[in-house]
C-alpha cells in the first residue's frame, strides 16, 4: 500500500509477532521524525507496522475522537493480528479509548493529556502503555500523567521538550529525540 508515493506497509525481517498501527498528528505525519524512530523500533522488534495517513481537515465536523476511532478501526479491519500495539502521535492519541476497548498495548506520543476523553481512555486500558511528553506542550498535563503512572503506565516526561519533542536547539532536539527512542526500544522489548 502507499499514499502519495510513499509506502504505508512495513514487514520485519523474519516472522512477525503483530501488528503496529501507527496513528499520526493533525500535522505531523508517518514520516515525521518521532514516528519515523517509532517506526524503526518496531521493526527491530519484529512488528508488521501499518500507517494510517490522513488529512485530518477532511473529517469536517465529525467529532475528533470519533473520526480517530473510525481510521483506527477501518485499519485493522484489513489486518490478522494476534498481537495488536497502537502508536498515537497527538491527534491519534484520540484512539486511547478504542485502545482501551480492546485492550490494546499503546505508545502514545504527546498524547493530548488536557483533553479529558483520551486520558481517561488511556486510564481504561489494561494493555501495557508508554506516555512521552514534555513540559513545554501545553496539551501535557503533568498532574494527569504522574496518576497515569501511579495507576501502570510508563511515562517519559522530558523537561524542556514541546508538542514535537523538540526545543529551539538543534543539537538537544536531537538528545531529546534519543531518549524517546529508548523508551520506546525497552517498552518494545518488554512486551
Request: glycine residues 8%; contains cysteine; charged residues 25%.
Amino acid at each position: 500500500m502507499t499514499f502519495g508515493g510513499l509506502p504505508t506497509r512495513w514487514e520485519p525481517d523474519g516472522d512477525s509477532r503483530g501488528l503496529a498501527l501507527v496513528l499520526p498528528g493533525r500535522a505531523y505525519s508517518p514520516s515525521a521524525p518521532l514516528l519515523d524512530l517509532a517506526l524503526r523500533a518496531l521493526l527491530q522488534h519484529h512488528f508488521t507496522v501499518q500507517q494510517v495517513w490522513w488529512d485530518a481537515e477532511s473529517r469536517g465536523e465529525e467529532d475528533a475522537e470519533a473520526w480517530v476511532r473510525r481510521q483506527a478501526a477501518e485499519a485493522l479491519e484489513r489486518e490478522d493480528a494476534d498481537h495488536v500495539v497502537v502508536v498515537g502521535k497527538s491527534l491519534g492519541t484520540r484512539a486511547a479509548s478504542y485502545a482501551a476497548d480492546r485492550g490494546l498495548d499503546a505508545i502514545w506520543l504527546t498524547p493530548l493529556l488536557v483533553v479529558p476523553e483520551v486520558a481517561e481512555g488511556i486510564a481504561a486500558n489494561a494493555g501495557r502503555q508508554l506516555l512521552v511528553g514534555g513540559l513545554a506542550d501545553e496539551l501535557w498535563d503533568t498532574e494527569v500523567a504522574r496518576e497515569l503512572a501511579d495507576s501502570g503506565c510508563e511515562v517519559l516526561e522530558v523537561a524542556d521538550a514541546d508538542h514535537v519533542m523538540a526545543t529551539d536547539d538543534a543539537v538537544r532536539t536531537t538528545e531529546i529525540h534519543l531518549e524517546v527512542a529508548r523508551a520506546v526500544d525497552s517498552f518494545l522489548a518488554g512486551l
